[in-house]
């Protein structure tokens, strides 16, 4: 099997950051034995940058596929990977980042990550555990100090770089006001459904690379829309192209300035998502995705409540629900 290459950008720390990660949250979760084999086979098609997070359930296994991956000889060393994890929100307080980052690199047997993140402007009570919460759990989330809790896994070098997910316009506004390091990446819902013409243009003019997740609507996953993979106009030029609807989607985000996590643990579908590189779409093409109606397909209502520090969608999303 032919190895595919990734191109790289460079964030604002200075790391390089394959463009496309392999992301590993899914339901259910497959066996972890059974899960890092899967990941040794990106390894080996060409994926470099994986995307895990504390609540997904997945450095572990992760962790396992990188050791496994250099004993193959498939990766020469660590620094060939980028791995990217994610703080959840029951640690998102200044005395427990911390320790959170360090309970995850003891999961991934790693020194280091190449990039943390918030996973969420939201903080919920100790205690509650996964996603069995509603938003009567949820407590005012201190930017400030959270984002100084980052600063100092960075400067640690647990970290190589730092950012957020989830963000909106208002949201970082404030963390770059308090900041003395500013977030490298935006990790957010992105795709031809949701174009996030808005946050991208703000993120460029203060040098956030903006990410995509959910970059195929997270189709026939437990919560995904048919919105992106259904559409018929993907549909017409994929066909015209002799392209796959995947490969459309995620070549359009490719070319808005934005790196992509796309999910698939087919190993045929993992190497079609990196065959986006060698082609680009025609302006016509680009209009006719531009038309596409938008939605918000991940709306994340359980965050708010009236009692909450986020009584509506619009306060959770800065007026973008």
Not at 57 to 82: H, M
Not at 223 to 236: C, T
Not at 273 to 299: A, C, G, M, T, V
């Amino acid at each position: 099997m032919e190895t595919k290459r990734v191109p790289e950008l460079v964030l604002n720390s200075g790391g390089k950051m394959p463009i496309i990660g392999l992301g590993t949250a899914t339901h259910p979760l497959p066996p972890p034995e059974e899960l890092a084999s899967i990941l040794v086979d990106a390894i080996h098609i060409g994926y470099r940058h994986f995307d895990t997070a504390a609540i997904y359930g997945t450095e572990q296994p992760l962790g396992q596929a990188v050791s496994q991956a250099l004993n193959l000889g498939l990766i020469k060393n660590r620094d060939e990977v980028f791995i990217t994890s994610k703080l959840w929100n029951t640690d998102a307080h200044h005395d427990l980042i911390l320790p959170a980052l360090k309970t995850t690199l003891q999961k991934l047997k790693l020194e280091y990550v190449d990039l943390y993140l918030i996973h969420w402007p939201v903080r919920l009570k100790q205690g509650v555990e996964g996603f069995k919460f509603t938003g009567e759990d949820v407590v005012p989330f201190d930017i400030k100090g959270t984002w100084e809790a980052m600063e100092d896994c960075y400067r640690l070098g647990l970290a190589k770089s730092i950012g957020v997910s989830n963000f909106g316009i208002k949201k970082l506004t404030l963390l770059l006001e308090n900041a003395t390091i500013p977030p490298a990446v935006n990790q957010v819902e992105m795709n031809t459904s949701w174009h996030q013409g808005k946050l991208r243009e703000f993120c460029k003019e203060k040098g956030i690379n903006v990410s995509a997740w959910s970059p195929l609507g997270a189709y026939q996953v437990f919560w995904g829309s048919p919105a992106v993979m259904e559409n018929p106009i993907l549909h017409e030029i994929a066909e015209a192209r002799n392209k796959s609807v995947a490969q459309i989607a995620l070549r359009w985000i490719y070319e808005q300035g934005a790196s992509i996590i796309v999910k698939s643990f087919n190993k045929e579908r993992m190497t079609q998502n990196l065959d986006i590189f060698d082609w680009e779409l025609s302006k016509e093409e680009s209009d006719k995705i531009s038309k596409i109606p938008q939605q918000r397909l991940y709306k994340a209502e359980f965050y708010v409540s009236e009692n909450g520090p986020y009584k509506s969608l619009e306060e959770l999303w800065d007026g973008d629900p």
